[in-house]
């Protein structure tokens, strides 16, 4: 935690901001302060916490809060779901409230801010499912009864199957014709995050009963590993699940629970003790049911969790991607990569990732500076270019591949485009080089 709080600090601005990429920003942003400020506040209890770092980053904020109570963005919303359907704002201006309260103990001056954001959401007309979620939790943070409406309207657009409860926001038709969906696939990351958002409510509304099926939705969409598509879905899922756990944890719980399959009995034995050690079993194949039963008290989960591969992807790709060699040599090449957003609107923050082929290494210098390039992560292996939005106009880049070894069969590399908060708007290509320096080195011999 305290290595994560100093590496923060890097990206914070002379004025007390904090943006995506630092002083490379021309301003800090809104949204991340706010981030940084509700998590520094959590951390508190437990790691040093400069005062002045809250204190001067809530001012900023504060010292541009508008006539009416919102709150604008002078940086960037990289979180593009963060603005909703509204242009009014009502999604950072929760957003912002939430952490103003949840920071910790406040001043005068923050009280009055938060009153003033607290009359701007009770006094606007939101019908966007993404706002009426973060609404209703900031809103029920900040103490305010009128939580209790703004909820009703978000409860009435809930999908509720299979004795789960969520909510899923319409995705933006495509220009490609419909593909298959598997029904299992993970949900988007705004889905996540607004059923997350509800089942804070319940829990900070004391709704226990209430908040049962939306856990079991929100812990349904995990991956395999815990966690969901993004940095912020994660967050705000683990946030819930959390504080959930928290409200049905029992010092006296020990559950027992058998797991039966084609024959096999396995045991798992549940109790105040191990509560956070994970119990696995790897089955040798896939059977066909699985047998459960428990004993005991307390509260428990049970995860199957099962793996495959498929010959193609099956989702609609997001992205146009297309990679061209040029120049090949037995010790350089160039690289370019062309790409534009498919879909409606423009992406969010993007991140392109480039596998380095086999016995090539990434020359950063030759590395072209885009307008939208933010950042560049070079390692062994990849190359990690930070994008600002993508539109609709095709973009390329170009940069160099330079021999450092001799490698006979060099194995292809992967190249990736992905929206950094939602990672499946993507597309991905393989790059394979037509050059072997064995081949070579075998033709000057003849």
Aim: proline share 4%.
């Amino acid at each position: 935690m305290e290595t994560g709080y100093a590496r923060e600090l890097t990206y914070r601005h002379d004025d007390g901001s904090f943006s995506a990429f630092g002083d490379r920003d021309d301003s800090g942003s809104m949204w991340l302060t706010a981030f940084v400020v509700k998590s520094f506040g959590q951390a508190r209890p437990f790691i040093y916490i400069d005062d002045s770092v809250m204190e001067k980053a809530t001012d900023w904020m504060i010292s541009r809060q508008n006539a009416d109570g919102s709150f604008p963005e002078p940086g960037r919303v990289i979180h593009t779901n963060m603005q909703g359907a509204s242009a009014t704002g009502s999604s950072l201006t929760a957003f912002v409230l939430a952490a103003l309260v949840e920071q910790g103990p406040i001043d005068n001056r923050t009280v009055v801010a938060v009153q003033k954001a607290i009359t701007y959401l009770t006094t606007i007309d939101i019908t966007d499912m993404y706002e009426l979620a973060i609404s209703s939790y900031a809103l029920t943070v900040a103490g305010d009864p009128s939580a209790s409406v703004m909820f009703a309207k978000l409860d009435a657009l809930a999908t509720i199957k299979d004795g789960m409860k969520y909510w899923h926001k319409p995705e933006v038709p495509g220009t490609s014709p419909p593909r298959w969906r598997s029904p299992n696939q993970q949900a988007k990351s705004v889905d996540i995050e607004m059923t997350s958002y509800a089942l804070l409510y319940y829990i900070r509304t004391n709704d226990i009963t209430g908040g049962i099926p939306v856990m079991k939705w929100i812990t349904s969409q995990r991956n395999s590993l815990g966690g969901y598509h993004s940095t912020q879905d994660t967050v705000l899922a683990l946030q819930a699940l959390s504080e959930f756990a928290t409200s049905m944890f029992s010092e006296d719980g020990n559950i027992h629970i058998t797991v039966t399959v084609e024959g096999a009995i396995y045991e798992f034995d549940v109790s105040s003790e191990n509560a956070l050690v994970l119990q696995s079993v790897a089955l040798p194949s896939v059977p066909e049911t699985v047998d459960v039963s428990a004993t005991g008290s307390g509260f428990a989960l049970l995860e199957v969790a099962v793996y495959f591969y498929v010959e193609e992807d099956i989702e609609e790709p997001s992205f146009s991607l297309s990679v061209e060699l040029s120049d090949e040599t037995l010790d350089s090449m160039k690289v370019q990569t062309c790409f534009r957003w498919l879909k409606a609107g423009t992406s969010g923050m993007a991140i392109q990732e480039f596998g380095v082929l086999s016995g090539f290494a990434v020359n950063p210098d030759s590395i072209e500076r885009l307008p939208i390039l933010k950042k560049i992560e070079v390692a062994d292996r990849k190359v990690v270019l930070y994008l600002d939005e993508i539109g609709s106009d095709e973009i390329c880049t170009t940069f160099e591949l330079e021999r450092v070894a001799m490698v006979a069969q060099s194995q292809p590399a992967a190249v990736r485009i992905y929206d950094y908060y939602e990672p499946s708007n993507e597309s991905a290509i393989v790059l394979r080089s037509s050059v072997s320096p064995w081949e070579k080195t075998a033709n000057s011999e003849m």
